[in-house]
C-alpha cells in the first residue's frame, strides 16, 4: 500500500507562484508513474500534469502548460509541481496520484481512471 502526502497549497495573489510536494511511503516509489490533477467546486476532475517514473518524459495540460512544471526526486520519494504565473482560474484542491505499473520507464497517463493510489489533496487558491 503507498500513501501519498500532499503539501504547499495555499493563498496566493494572482501572477504569484506556489510550488506543491507530494512525498509517497510505504513502497517503491522510483518505479512509479506520477501525476497530478485539480478539482474546482462544482466541476469534475481534471488533469494537469505527468511525469514518467524515470522522469525523462512531462506531460501538461494545454490551460497550464509554459506556467507549471512537474519534477520528481526519486531519492527523496517526492514529486513537484511548480506553478507560475497563477491566475485565478488554477483555484482547486490539487491531487497527486501515483500508477504503480506502469508500462515502461517512460510512460506517461493523463487519464485519471489509469492510477492506483490518491492524496488527501491541498487546496490552492489564487486571488485576483
Known amino acids: 500500500q503507498v500513501q501519498l502526502v500532499e503539501s504547499g497549497g495555499g493563498l496566493v495573489q494572482a501572477g504569484g507562484s506556489l510550488r506543491l510536494s507530494c512525498a509517497a511511503s510505504g513502497r517503491t516509489f522510483s518505479n512509479y508513474a506520477m501525476g497530478w490533477f485539480r478539482q474546482a467546486p462544482g466541476k469534475e476532475r481534471e488533469f494537469v500534469a505527468a511525469?514518467?517514473?524515470?522522469?525523462?518524459?512531462?506531460a501538461y495540460a494545454n490551460s497550464v502548460k509554459g506556467r507549471f512544471t512537474m519534477s520528481r526526486d526519486n531519492a527523496k520519494n517526492t514529486v513537484y509541481l511548480q506553478m507560475n504565473s497563477l491566475k485565478p482560474e488554477d483555484t482547486a484542491v490539487y491531487y497527486c496520484?501515483?500508477?504503480?505499473?506502469?508500462?515502461?520507464?517512460?510512460?506517461?497517463?493523463?487519464?485519471?481512471?489509469?492510477?492506483?493510489?490518491w492524496g488527501q489533496g491541498t487546496q490552492v487558491t489564487v486571488s485576483s
Open positions: 511525469i514518467s517514473w524515470g522522469g525523462a518524459n512531462t
Open positions: 496520484a501515483t500508477n504503480w505499473a506502469p508500462a515502461t520507464s517512460s510512460t506517461i497517463y493523463t487519464n485519471s481512471n489509469t492510477y492506483d493510489a
